[in-house]
């Protein structure tokens, strides 16, 4: 894939066209009217895979404005069993707001908007996600300008577009490949856009998936072969997108396995990126989890309805470059990258 564009070009086509224009300045904002009753906001929030810098974000922006909120946590730890439970409680405790982590914890909670189950998916209390890279095609909003139902939220990866042109201008590319896990549906529906964008832009993809044991949980198995066989099959690119199964194998894994075949790696989000990949398009998730609370700060004090609230990514991404792998690869960044990447000198940095 060869893209014929300039630095200033591709960032203002495919970033600034793309992202909306009314982030807020959370750090700079006053701090919200508090009711006179001066009880605690009850909000439910589930989260897939434990907690991350997400949920400090997201909690730490109410503390700072002086809102009071009462915030009950629960991990579904990536076992759709236990969703009917949580949506049980919900009914049984009815709090002010649910926040939900990531596209599988949002569709178990509101379910498709063309597909809503009566008596199982929730409707009548405001929804906020999170960490969605999809919400249109996942079919949870028809619409990032308003969903027109009890949802809104915050996406955290960069436009698909964005990030191919991103990768391309680092190193033109035929052949991208992707590692993915099938059951997430993050991962499901950035693949589909990706397979489009390649028949328009003259691309291919070559894909593998995880394996799945006998209750469709993914397996840690053979994940090193598996980027293996994409490099043997042609991939000039191993795109790591914003499956969070992955993202628990890329430091051990699958960057090294990758780094040792000289198969560079893009990543789709900050979590893949401290794992050491060599480049990415990334929000910062403590910056997603303040925008993800401002959403509902619009609900619970502005009284705004969730389904005027528009769906939005972070103004500001990061372009970053880890430098000791680009050395590694022998893959220096085109000389016109340095004056705005994000340069890191450090190794893998997940804690």
Request: proline residues 8%.
């Amino acid at each position: 894939m060869k893209l014929h564009t300039t630095r200033r070009q591709w960032l203002a086509a495919a970033l600034s066209a793309a992202l909306p224009a009314s982030m807020p300045a959370l750090a700079a904002a006053p701090a919200s009217t508090v009711p006179n009753s001066g009880k605690p906001f009850r909000i439910y929030a589930i989260t897939f895979r434990g907690m991350t810098d997400v949920e400090k974000g997201f909690a730490e922006f109410f503390a700072s404005r002086k809102i009071p909120v009462q915030i009950t946590y629960r991990d579904l730890n990536r076992d759709p069993t236990r969703m009917p439970g949580f949506l049980e409680e919900i009914r049984a405790t009815k709090p002010d707001l649910i926040y939900a982590w990531g596209t599988s914890v949002t569709l178990g909670v509101v379910g498709p908007y063309d597909g809503i189950v009566k008596g199982q998916h929730i409707t009548d209390i405001p929804v906020v996600f999170t960490l969605v890279a999809a919400p249109t095609l996942a079919k949870i909003v028809p619409d990032l300008k308003g969903s027109g139902r009890n949802v809104t939220g915050v996406i955290h990866v960069g436009p698909t577009e964005a990030q191919i042109r991103a990768m391309a201008q680092y190193r033109p590319f035929q052949t991208l490949g992707v590692l993915y896990t099938p059951t997430e549906q993050n991962s499901v529906v950035v693949l589909e856009e990706i397979r489009r964008l390649g028949r328009a832009n003259g691309f291919h993809t070559v894909e593998r998936t995880f394996r799945l044991d006998a209750n469709r949980k993914p397996l840690a198995d053979g994940a090193a072969d598996l980027v293996r066989e994409l490099k043997e099959a042609g991939a000039q690119w191993l795109y790591l997108p914003p499956d969070s199964f992955l993202g628990t194998l890329c430091e051990g894994t699958i960057v090294p396995a990758a780094m040792e075949l000289g198969l560079p790696t893009f990543a789709s989000t900050e979590q893949i990126m401290q794992a050491g990949a060599l480049t990415g398009l990334v929000a910062r998730y403590y910056n997603v989890g303040q925008f993800t609370a401002h959403k509902a700060e619009q609900i619970l004090l502005g009284k705004q309805a969730p389904s005027s609230i528009p769906v939005e990514t972070l103004k500001r991404l990061s372009f970053q470059i880890r430098m000791p792998a680009a050395r590694r690869l022998n893959l220096p960044p085109p000389l016109p990258m340095l004056s705005y990447a994000e340069l890191i000198t450090t190794e893998a940095s997940l804690q």
